[in-house]
């Protein structure tokens, strides 16, 4: 299959697709990102076309009441700068609308570009499990018009998750993953299938479905033998911090995983939260670190 010729100017509104189509070999034809697109690094370079109210710097605890704020007024978390789109004139616009907190939802996005008279197509990546994350990158690839060599990437990571899958220990460590600290949520969408995939049993979590908010109780009460700390938007020396501020908590002193210090912090971003193509290099991190 060979590039589309038409398909020449690409934005895209979540950093995940970023990375996507770099992955894919469509780095070249990507003319506008969000702020926090930086994967790979050349990306942030480009103009960015959304904002948001979230301010940098802050606490989780301080995202958490800023979201909660903004969605019980109605208020958007993202901005886009349609003058910019306009601008930029792209052919296809990757959007999404799984999670309103991580980006600009696909409908915002269709409404803006109807109402610019631009001739974008939007392509919603929606992944809810990790088979349809390695899916929905191949369909993406087609949206944009990718070239073979592309398609052989994406098999190679089914193939990788394959082997991942049929290496499995004879006994499964019992894994917490805190998707988000402060308060505490457990993991949804391709997160837990990921932990199954390394090794260990997944637990507070909800396969195919969204992150939720749990209590420390609960936290206390589920046996863990592993405990990971894997903030959404923040890198591995911020999850160390928020680490410790999970381990002083009194409730969990009891608990498995920490008695025995088989708690960790991982870039969330790197290999967690981002549904691309370092999940399956997030499965190996996992694996070491379950297996430990």
């Known amino acids: 299959m060979a590039l589309k010729t038409e398909m020449q100017q690409i934005v895209s509104l979540l950093p995940s697709a970023t990375e996507v189509l770099w992955y894919l070999g469509l780095g070249d034809f990507v003319v506008g990102v969000t702020f926090e697109c930086n994967e790979p690094a050349v990306a942030s370079s480009l103009p960015h076309v959304t904002d948001t109210i979230i301010p940098s710097g802050a606490t989780p605890a301080e995202i958490d009441t800023i979201i909660k704020e903004a969605m019980a007024s109605g208020r958007e978390l993202y901005t886009l700068d349609r003058e910019l789109l306009v601008r930029l004139n792209p052919d296809l616009i990757v959007s999404q609308d799984l999670c309103r907190v991580c980006a600009l939802p696909a409908g915002d996005v269709n409404d803006a570009v109807a109402s610019l008279g631009c001739r974008a197509e939007v392509f919603s990546y ?167």
């Not at 052989?152 to 991942?164: I, S």
């Not at 999850?239 to 210090?261: M, T």
Request: contains cysteine; proline residues 8%.
């Open 126 to 292: 929606d992944p809810m499990t990790l088979d349809g994350v390695i899916d929905q990158m191949e369909m993406m690839g087609r949206a944009a018009g990718a070239d073979d060599s592309a398609f052989r990437k994406v098999q190679d990571l089914r193939d990788r998750l394959a082997a991942l899958r049929a290496d499995q220990p004879a006994e499964r460590p019992r894994v917490l993953l805190l998707e988000w600290p402060d308060p505490p949520f457990t993991p949804g969408h391709w997160i837990p299938d990921q932990i199954e995939a390394a090794g260990g049993e997944a637990l507070l979590a909800h396969p195919g479905g969204r992150s939720s908010q749990t209590t420390w109780e609960e936290i206390a009460d589920c046996g863990a033998d592993v405990l990971i700390v894997a903030p959404c938007g923040f890198d591995e020396a911020a999850a160390h911090q928020q680490l410790q501020e999970v381990l002083a908590r009194p409730e969990l002193a009891d608990l498995p995983a920490v008695r025995s210090g088989r708690a960790y912090a991982i870039d969330a971003d790197a290999y967690i939260v981002r549904p691309g193509p370092r999940l399956v290099d997030g499965i190996e991190v996992l694996r070491d670190l379950i297996r430990t």
